[in-house]
């Protein structure tokens, strides 16, 4: 019997990223349910899965990260989305967070910081 509460879609181009992602979940009663290396994939999978939670990176090849969180928001509004950029300038946290995003992380970052995001989206 399974006994996760939160279904968690990981979306980043980076295999390691996405890899450390998971370990980090790892410590959570959570199910990462998918795994997409772009934004159209993110989406089909959005569609089909409906995560909890998503965490998103901002910089990919084709749809971006923007482009992503924009049209998951117009799907579900209720979206929980965590934004991870390698981008550290103000402005784009900020903009991820107009556009819908719960919470933003930027890279490099360690267990403890993702887990202080993803602790608040639990709750």
């Known amino acids: 019997m399974?006994?996760?509460q939160k279904k968690v879609l990981i979306v980043d181009d980076s295999v390691v990223i996405r890899k450390a992602?998971?370990?980090f979940l790892s410590e959570y009663q959570v199910e990462v349910i998918g795994k997409a290396s772009n934004g159209a994939m993110a989406l089909e999978m959005f569609r089909e899965f409906?995560?909890?939670?998503?965490?998103l990176d901002i910089t990919m090849p084709g749809l971006d990260g923007f482009q992503?969180?924009?049209e998951?928001?117009?799907i579900d509004k209720?979206?929980?989305i965590i934004v991870i950029t390698a981008l550290s300038d103000k402005a784009t946290?900020?903009?991820a967070l107009k556009y819908g995003a719960k919470s933003y992380l930027t890279k490099p970052?360690?267990?403890e910081k993702f887990q202080e995001a993803l602790s608040r989206l639990i709750d």
């Open 2 to 4: 399974n006994t996760y």
């Open 21 to 23: 992602i998971e370990k």
């Open 50 to 55: 409906k995560p909890d939670i998503v965490t």
């Open 68 to 70: 992503t969180l924009k």
């Open 72 to 74: 998951m928001v117009r």
């Open 78 to 80: 209720s979206s929980k």
């Open 93 to 95: 946290g900020l903009k």
């Open 109 to 111: 970052f360690g267990p």
